[in-house]
């Protein structure tokens, strides 16, 4: 069998390419060796069995002895401790877990996170001095600070020592910091550069932790428990799940289906999840959203108290106040993207504002925009001083953290990694804004490769769609972004039935005239036309056990149609 997949392209607009050498076969066991040998692994690799003692001593990151220590210090002395957040899901859960490890120790320990349209990204000025004022030795960001100068000279100046951990991609100039934990540093590199902020916060205690033991005062409290929140941070924040990530999200998983702390347990409850089906997708689609709907709807601070939340009832209504929260994100988000689409016409370059949008949804915005047209949008709202506060999105083979600092002299304050970031324009420097990101975009497409390419890993038909493999197939996860799901072409099936389910599913009966097998897609109307009964299609997706039906069932999960 064979399938020359050359100038293919599917419904959704992708050209079809081979992610490694094309896999052909009928037989699990080879298709699945075939597998390992194209991604360059083996059945005993490291990979397969993710281990906590894998994970890299934390001293390897910069700074970190010089943090961690000062850390240890603070709590030998009973110093009070200042945790600066964010009010996204990846800043809320690095606070929760700096301020539930902490509070095991003893020390008086407080937090603060913006409001998202008052205050925005970052930490203020002010709020270094309030901390100061009101009796903290000790400063600690989570995924903010790395651009935040002033606020860093500030602290110097009252004599306050602040301790930055965060991801984002850093300027020229770093902050007059006592310490920057931050993998992004040039000069660092810890981890692949691929932590989220939460991540470089839980090896922060991790060093500090071993520094307590070695000093025979290490807490009875095992950070095990907080992996949950660095596994949903994680991958709300689309890190690469390779590495250090890989072995995070795995374990943190294995902590949400078994032993979620109360506050993420009460979040797994409203969100309705299946405990035993807790996956990538359940944090991406279900848990994160809820979490980040605090920060865009009312205030990051509310997902915060349940995150820190011991007590069973008042989880569950805080659980549902963020339900509600992300209920009333969806509508807004909704009408704030027509609006844009709008607004925006015919124009080429992905960049537009309104004083009237909500501040909470501009990214989300930014982020379908981006992903309609293939490039980075802006997307932005104005704030109570009548600056822009513009948000950006992009797709794979742009960098927004250099898109941004590429627009710096437009902008009085930004922020950003790979994926996304935000900054304030002047509003009377908004065309000159617009002008300079249309030509950083540009630049960015000239010299990168900006291809719409769909990777398959290889053809599979009726007869290999096999329990074996689909199981075998399991042994990748957590799938995610740097470690993408298998994805598998089945060429020249006939639909034998179609049943239309409820939210755009549809049921397939797929035959070959020999073999039949289940096929589903979610939210198909896009592909609705190309699955009637009696065509013959070409079809792109996952082969999956069918945990609905149980047993050995396994359906094949479609994603796209291939065009003939």
Same mark, same amino acid.
């Given at each position: 069998?064979?399938?020359v ?23 699990p #066991? ?9 991604? =360059?692994?083996?059945?005993?690799? $490291? *990979? ?106 500030v ?23 006592f ?13 692949? /550069? ?17 520094? #307590?033991?070695?000093?025979?005062? /290490? ?42 702390? &109360? %506050?993420?347990?009460?979040?797994l ?6 405990? +035993?089906r ?35 009832e +008042?989880?569950?209504?805080? $659980?549902e ?6 209920q ?20 080429d ?12 949804? &501009?990214?989300?915005v $930014? ?10 949008? $802006?997307?932005?709202?104005?704030d109570?001083?009548?600056n822009?506060?513009?948000?950006l ?27 996304? =970031? ?10 000159? *804004? ?27 038909? #009726? ?16 799938? =995610? ?19 239309? #389910?409820? %939210?755009?599913?549809?049921?397939? +009966? ?30 792109? %997706? +996952?082969?999956?056990?069918?945990? *609905? ?8 999960? &479609? ?6």
């Amino acid at each position: 069998m064979s399938f020359v997949l050359k100038g293919k392209r599917t419904r959704k607009g992708s050209t079809l390419n081979w992610r490694h050498t094309a896999l052909v076969s009928n037989d699990p #066991l080879e298709t699945w060796q075939c597998l390992l040998d194209a991604r =360059g692994l083996h059945e005993t690799d $490291a *990979f397969f069995s993710p281990a906590l003692s894998d994970l890299p001593d934390p001293f390897l990151m910069q700074d970190m002895t010089k943090a961690a220590s000062r850390l240890v210090l603070s709590i030998q002395n009973k110093e009070k401790i200042h945790v600066f957040g964010d009010f996204d899901c990846d800043g809320v859960s690095g606070t929760s877990i700096l301020v539930d490890a902490l509070r095991a120790t003893g020390v008086d320990i407080t937090y603060s996170i913006p409001h998202r349209s008052d205050d925005g990204h970052g930490i203020g000025v002010e709020a270094v001095r309030e901390a100061f004022e009101a009796g903290a030795k000790l400063g600690l960001s989570v995924d903010t600070g790395t651009t935040c100068l002033e606020a860093s000279d500030v602290a110097v100046a009252l004599g306050f020592d602040l301790i930055i951990t965060d991801h984002h991609l850093p300027d020229e100039i770093l902050p007059n910091a006592f310490a920057l934990l931050n993998p992004a540093r040039k000069d660092c590199g810890f981890a692949d /550069r691929v932590l989220c902020g939460t991540g470089v916060a839980f090896f922060l205690l991790m060093a500090t932790w071993k520094l #307590l033991d070695a000093q025979k005062q /290490r807490p009875a409290y095992d950070l095990k428990q907080l992996l949950d929140r660095v596994a949903m941070a994680t991958v709300a924040d689309v890190m690469l799940l390779r590495g250090v990530n890989r072995i995070l999200v795995y374990y943190g998983l294995r902590q949400l289906q078994s032993s979620p702390s &109360v %506050g993420m347990s009460a979040l797994l409850d409203s969100a309705k999840v299946n405990r +035993q089906r807790i996956s990538v997708e359940t944090i991406g689609f279900y848990l994160a959203p809820r979490i980040n709907a605090a920060g865009r709807m009312r205030h990051g601070e509310e997902a915060m108290h349940l995150l820190c939340c011991e007590d069973v009832e +008042q989880a569950k209504a805080l $659980a549902e106040s963020l339900d509600n929260f992300n209920q009333e994100r969806r509508k807004v988000e909704t009408d704030t993207f027509k609006d844009a689409v709008a607004k925006l016409g015919s124009g080429d370059v992905l960049a537009v504002y309104d004083k009237q949008w909500h501040a909470g949804v &501009v990214g989300l915005v $930014a982020g379908r925009l981006a992903r309609l047209h293939g490039r980075p949008a $802006a997307v932005g709202f104005v704030d109570h001083d009548s600056n822009i506060r513009v948000s950006l999105r992009g797709v794979k083979g742009f960098h927004i953290g250099a898109l941004l600092q590429a627009c710096a002299q437009h902008l009085t304050g930004f922020g950003g990694h790979a994926g996304a =970031g935000g900054g304030t324009v002047k509003a009377a420097s908004w065309v000159e *804004f617009v002008q300079t990101f249309n030509q950083a975009v540009q630049k960015q497409k000239e010299d990168g490769e900006i291809q719409n390419h769909t990777l398959v890993d290889g053809v599979l038909n #009726l007869a290999a769609l096999h329990f074996g493999l689909a199981s075998r197939l399991k042994r990748f996860e957590p799938i =995610g972004q740097g470690n993408p799901a298998c994805l598998w072409l089945l060429s020249d099936v006939s639909i034998a039935d179609v049943k239309k #389910l409820k %939210g755009g599913v549809f049921r397939l +009966q797929l035959t070959d005239g020999k073999h039949f097998a289940q096929g589903v897609v979610f939210k198909g109307s896009v592909l609705e036309d190309d699955l009637q009964q009696g065509v013959c299609v070409s079809l792109l %997706g +996952q082969l999956k056990t069918d945990d *609905f039906r149980g047993g050995e069932a396994v359906q094949f999960v &479609v994603e796209d149609v291939v065009l003939t």
